[in-house]
């Protein structure tokens, strides 16, 4: 079965920090896909990864997938109150079509 | 549609009472999904279908769950006999066939409560 661990599993901090949050595995995974939830919405897409030692940038977000595509971490430069939310992990295998999910990390920045 | 639209977005509902929960896929997406998210939890596999065909149902929690898709748009997750473990937030997701593994499109979900 394939899991995926992510942590911390809680983060608070305050605005104008820097942060990184990181989704482990024991499995290989064809791609890694990095999802935000609200509170009462559903998880949003951010990012999806592929190759080994993959980094992408979003704005302030710098996803990096790893090597041997097991594991990836998600690191936020200058927190805002605005990214507020959970932050899942999730992946997934070609030609497959379980995506799996981590719990998550559910980061609070404080202004 | 434009996007993934789940109802009711709340459903409480008493023990033992039977309970459909409907999700509308975008427009043109084959492939659809059925998540169960609990309260502080990452999201839990129930089942998929690509038409209206389900792969794999071995997601779904117990037989009083089943989960049910016609004419490849709508779908329709039914739990029997609610029980209050079944208490969470159902997600539903659909992506396009021969899209990136993983990239799913989510409605907000039907928050259930079972009292």
């Known amino acids: 079965t394939q899991l995926l661990e992510q942590s911390p599993q809680f983060l608070s901090i305050q605005e104008g920090e820097n942060l990184t949050v990181y989704c482990n595995s024991s499995?290989?995974?064809?791609?890694l896909q990095w999802y935000r939830q609200e509170p009462g919405e559903g998880p949003v897409l951010l990012v999806t990864?592929?190759?080994?030692?993959e980094v992408k940038k979003l704005k302030r977000l710098t996803f990096q997938f790893g090597d041997a595509r097991k594991d990836s971490s998600l690191h936020i430069t200058a927190a805002q109150t605005g990214d507020t939310g959970l932050y899942l992990c999730?992946?997934?295998?070609?030609?497959?079509?379980?995506?799996?999910f981590g719990a998550g990390t559910r980061l609070f920045v404080k202004a | 549609g434009a996007g993934v639209s789940q109802s009711p977005s709340n459903k409480v509902t008493e023990k033992g009472k039977d309970v459909e929960l409907r999700c509308d896929p975008i427009?043109?997406?084959?492939?659809l999904y059925w998540y169960r998210q609990s309260l502080g939890q990452g999201l839990e596999f129930l089942i998929y279908?690509?038409?209206?065909?389900?792969?794999?149902k071995s997601g779904l929690p117990s037989d009083r769950f089943s989960a049910e898709r016609t004419g490849g748009s709508v779908s329709t997750l039914t739990i029997q006999r609610t029980q209050q473990e079944d208490s969470a937030v159902y997600l539903c997701?659909?992506?396009?066939?021969?899209?990136?593994?993983?990239?799913?499109?989510f409605g907000e979900g039907s928050r259930l409560t079972v009292l």
């Open positions: 999730a992946g997934a295998n070609t030609g497959g079509f379980k995506t799996i």
């Open positions: 499995s290989v995974f064809s791609s």
């Open positions: 990864v592929v190759t080994g030692g």
């Open positions: 427009s043109g997406h084959t492939a």
């Open positions: 279908f690509q038409g209206n065909s389900a792969p794999d």
């Open positions: 997701a659909s992506n396009i066939a021969g899209g990136p593994a993983g990239e799913l499109f």
